[in-house]
């Protein structure tokens, strides 16, 4: 099991520019999420999906969109990018309304 | 979901146990206490959860007092590996799933 894996490991985008984050799961899990993690702040949620075909909004969803067209993966757009959105983010995958499994994160830079 | 309130940062020896606080006066029955932690820059891990009962896993024990007001994490032996930012989170069952991620206790394991 590769657990959950996110692509790419980095980026660097022009401000306007716009990009998806894949995350995939094999486990098997219905729940999968998506936070952002500032420097020397814990995370915050931005979207999350309770299965197939179904998103919500988080705490922070301005400026992204989110799919889950399969079980397995869960995409993360920014249409067109701002500095502010320089961040790290991090996918997660849960069975249910319990442990969440965290993938190793997506730096990104936008200049 | 009730807040929680932990120690800025913490040190221990290696081999020694490392016991982290957390305060959550504002807990409601129906919450749980979760226990996570970020090994620099790596996606968070979970480390335990428990409601009022004390609980104990490979990882660490965690408990709770009786008035569920505060809970502290044990490791029993620490290992440099450990050193990491260590989250103490409440969360209810029938929570809308997400996570509420505060700043943690940096905890550094000296050698």
């Known amino acids: 099991n590769a657990g959950v894996t996110q692509t790419p490991k980095f980026r660097v985008l022009k401000t306007g520019q716009s990009m998806t984050l894949l995350c995939a799961q094999d486990m098997n899990h219905e729940y999968m999420y998506w936070y952002r993690q500032d420097p020397g702040m814990g995370l915050r949620l931005i979207h999350y999906?309770?299965?197939?075909?179904?998103?919500a909004k988080g705490e922070v969803p301005d400026g992204y969109n989110v799919s889950r067209l399969k079980k397995q993966n869960f995409l993360l757009g920014l249409e067109s990018a701002a500095p502010s959105q320089t961040s790290v983010y991090f996918c997660a995958s849960s069975p249910g309304d319990e442990t969440q499994y965290f993938g190793p994160g997506t730096r990104l830079l936008v200049l | 979901d009730a807040k929680t309130t932990q120690p800025t940062s913490m040190d221990c020896a290696e081999g020694r146990a490392a016991n982290l606080p957390c305060n959550h006066s504002t807990i409601s029955g129906n919450e749980y206490v979760y226990w996570y932690r970020q090994i620099h820059s790596q996606g968070p891990q979970y480390i335990i959860h428990?409601?009022?009962n004390n609980e104990t896993n490979e990882m660490a024990s965690l408990i709770i007092t009786e008035d569920r007001k505060s809970s502290t994490l044990i490791l029993p032996h620490a290992t440099l590996r450990d050193t990491a930012v260590y989250y103490c989170?409440?969360?209810?069952?029938?929570?809308?799933?997400?996570?509420?991620f505060g700043s943690g206790t940096r905890l550094l394991v000296r050698p």
């Open positions: 989170i409440v969360k209810r069952v029938d929570s809308s799933y997400k996570l509420i």
């Open positions: 999906s309770v299965g197939e075909g179904t998103t």
């Open positions: 428990g409601l009022k």
